[in-house]
């Protein structure tokens, strides 16, 4: 894993800390139930960050590799939305095309999508999207918020562990020399799209 990525992790992963640190103190003092779900929310975005953290680190250092199997394409899309139900923007499930079986490893794909889902939710205004197709030969995942789209300047820059966990994981599914691929793209008719190709 790149050092100064890491670093910039590490670092921002402790500011959080002294941030929740903050928060609990004044609710031990103050119980407030909008506070204690902010500071949940907050141990929810953490616990994902070193996930990530560390499913990228065993990647970098011992390889990541994909345990595939057949899995319900529909049920595993209603997982990850009934996971985000306490969202403030709730993802709904575009089932156009679907296939009804993918083959790809459901624990790591979880975490991909989950960190897409993060993402979108920081730029989308009313709605993200989520679905998956199967075409020539790929199983595509895709994310669309309807978002102000790609280049948008933000007040806490992002340090970028999503995309490169995301990257991690399509790398990670390879099939008859074909490794898993993303992208993240201005969507045409407004906000963006998140792409996980798998072979």
Known sequence: MDNRLSAIIL??????????????????????????????????GLRRKLIAFLTLYKASSLGLHAHVESVPVEDFLKTLIRDHRNAAIMPVLS??????????????????????????????????EIGCTGKDG???????????????????????????????????????????SVSLADHPGGGAIFELRLP
């Open 11 to 44: 670092h921002d992963v402790k500011n959080v800390l002294g941030e929740l640190e903050g928060r609990l103190e004044t609710l031990a003092q103050e119980p407030d139930k909008a506070g204690a779900e902010e500071a949940h929310r907050a141990c929810v």
């Open 95 to 128: 089932a156009d095309s679907m296939p009804a079986l993918g083959f790809f490893d459901e624990h790591l794909v979880g975490l991909a999508m989950e960190s897409a889902i993060h993402n979108a939710a920081r730029f989308a205004k009313s709605s993200i």
């Open 138 to 180: 790929e199983l595509i995942f895709c994310v669309r918020d309807d978002g102000p789209g790609l280049g948008t300047a933000e007040a806490k820059p992002s340090t970028g562990l999503g995309m490169e966990l995301c990257r991690a994981v399509a790398e990670a599914h390879e099939r008859n020399g074909r490794r898993g």
